[in-house]
């Protein structure tokens, strides 16, 4: 009897775990990570529509699907700032160095696939998150904005 009690103990900590984690998920985005269903659920119009890493997306160099990878790091930026609505720049960088810090660990799949995040691609990105800065109403500071960078 005791040991039929305990067989049920891994799916019964499955079970907390997803709960846990299905109730820390963002509001709004979409467990797939599709970037562009996520990005339509934006609140901010001008987000919504907004075409991130078009220079990379355009470039066969940066393999599609890291693209698109980088793309929902920046949706997700997004999402962030709407949900947590900071009110101060710092607040702000502390945001955009989280997703800083991601942009550098996917430069490792970059390196993997022959390709890499280069001065170009750099760019590319850093321009985004000032206009996700200014599209939210501030003026970013883009060295500080992605102070925490690798690439």
């Not at 009897?1 to 067989?7: G, K, T």
């Not at 850093?126 to 960078?149: C, H, V």
Request: proline content about 7%.
């Amino acid at each position: 009897m005791v040991r039929d009690n305990f067989s049920m103990l891994p799916i019964v900590a499955f079970l907390l775990v997803l709960l846990a984690l299905l109730m820390l998920w963002p509001p709004g985005v979409d467990p797939l990570n599709d970037p562009e269903l996520k990005q339509s659920g934006l609140l901010n119009p001008i987000m919504a529509d907004y075409r991130f890493l078009e220079y990379m997306a355009q470039d066969s160099y940066f393999p599609s699907y890291l693209v698109r990878k980088g793309q929902n790091i920046l949706v997700t930026l997004c999402y962030e700032i709407e949900s947590q609505s900071p009110k101060s720049p710092r607040q702000v960088y502390k945001l955009t160095h989280a997703a800083t810090r991601k942009f550098n660990a996917l430069q490792a799949a970059f390196f993997r696939e022959d390709s890499e995040i280069e001065t170009a691609a750099a760019e590319n990105i850093a321009r985004d998150i000032a206009f996700i800065g200014k599209s939210y109403g501030f003026d970013l500071k883009i060295e500080k904005a992605i102070s925490p960078r690798y690439w």
